[in-house]
């Protein structure tokens, strides 16, 4: 999959980012998928959203009664969930695999650790089905 944008998008991250400084910002990435079928995404959009979490200098969170009218509208598809990591570089933490939204396939993380070479990398996280089952032991009493 390849992800195709502006840098008119890549500077709407950066601003926002750089905004939102000390604290991690966040936002949903609007586009569309390539029509040529290759599984290209265009991004045309941020849509900034507010940081809810309770320390929102080392975590986001998102308010679902905010995303929720922008993840139903199918006619501007949310294709991409994007976070700022203010002091860590630009991979998922721990925390963020744990919070993923499953319905957006991409996941867009800018760095601005070392704030004069900002460097954003998008993911596509699968996330292995977790959910497992194992037998009891029963007993049949009176
Ligand atoms: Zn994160």
């Known amino acids: 999959m390849i992800v195709q944008f502006k840098d008119e998008l890549y500077n709407q991250l950066l601003q926002h980012s750089l ?8 936002g949903l990435i609007l586009g569309e998928h390539s029509p040529s ?3 290209s995404l265009f991004a045309h959009a941020l849509i900034p959203l507010h940081n809810c979490a309770n320390d929102p200098r080392g975590h986001f969170e998102l ?11 199918s006619q501007n598809p949310v294709i991409g969930l994007f976070h ?8 998922p933490s721990e925390l963020d695999l744990q919070t993923l939204w499953h319905t957006i396939p991409t996941y867009w993380i800018l760095s601005l650790q ?8 998008l993911y596509q996280i699968k996330k292995a089905v977790s959910t497992g089952y194992h037998k009891l032991s029963f007993v049949i009493g009176q």
């Not at 905004?19 to 966040?26: F, I, S, V």
């Not at 700022?84 to 991979?91: C, E, Q």
């Open 84 to 91: 700022s990591h203010p002091t860590a570089p630009a991979i």
């Open 63 to 73: 308010s679902p009664n905010e995303m929720i009218p922008y993840l139903t509208d």
């Open 37 to 39: 079928a290759n599984g």
């Open 19 to 26: 905004q939102k400084l000390p604290e991690e910002a966040c």
């Open 114 to 121: 070392h704030m004069h070479n900002p460097e954003l990398l």
